[in-house]
């Protein structure tokens, strides 16, 4: 069994290709919040959690999981991407609220206007996976 889980909510379809996209190359499980809220995370080290943003909120769906799960994400290696449409600066701060308000310290945002891979996906989505590679 795989050590890593992603689990993701996705409204218009983005996050859910990042995610996948990052499941085959980590050899990752991957639960879509919206199918199977109650995940066994048990058996899993690592946790990767993607979210969209909609007027600078992350979806309803990851902060309850969040909420539901805390005591046994606190034992976890827990990783947050957030698939927005801001990049630079405003990128950054609403990345950075969104950690603080989840009290998580490992995020990294994937913006849709930065420079794409040949999957259409941002580059930077190659540059994590690597980092969680290594
Ligand atoms: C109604 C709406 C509000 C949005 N608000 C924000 C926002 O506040 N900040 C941001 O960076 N992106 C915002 N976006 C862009 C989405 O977060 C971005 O397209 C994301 O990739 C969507 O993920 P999904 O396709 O998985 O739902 C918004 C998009 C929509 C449709």
Same mark, same amino acid.
Request: proline share 1%.
């Given at each position: ?60 769906? !990851?902060?309850? &999981? /969040? %909420?539901?799960?805390? @005591? ?52 930077? !989505?190659?540059? &994590? /996976? %690597?980092?969680?590679? @290594?």
């Amino acid at each position: 069994m795989t050590d890593t889980a992603i689990i993701y909510s996705s409204f218009m379809g983005k996050t859910r290709k990042i995610a996948k996209y990052i499941a085959d190359r980590l050899n990752a499980d991957i639960f879509d919040l919206k199918v199977q809220s109650n995940i066994d995370i048990s058996g899993y080290s690592r946790i990767i959690l993607g979210t969209g943003v909609h007027a600078g909120r992350p979806y309803a769906r !990851v902060t309850k &999981f /969040i %909420e539901d799960n805390r @005591s046994e994400l606190n034992d976890k290696e827990v990783v947050l991407f957030i698939s927005c449409l801001y990049d630079g600066d405003k990128a950054a701060n609403q990345c950075s609220e969104i950690t603080m308000e989840y009290q998580l310290s490992n995020s990294v945002y994937f913006s849709t206007r930065s420079q794409k891979n040949d999957a259409g996906l941002s580059k930077d !989505v190659d540059v &994590f /996976i %690597e980092r969680m590679k @290594s």
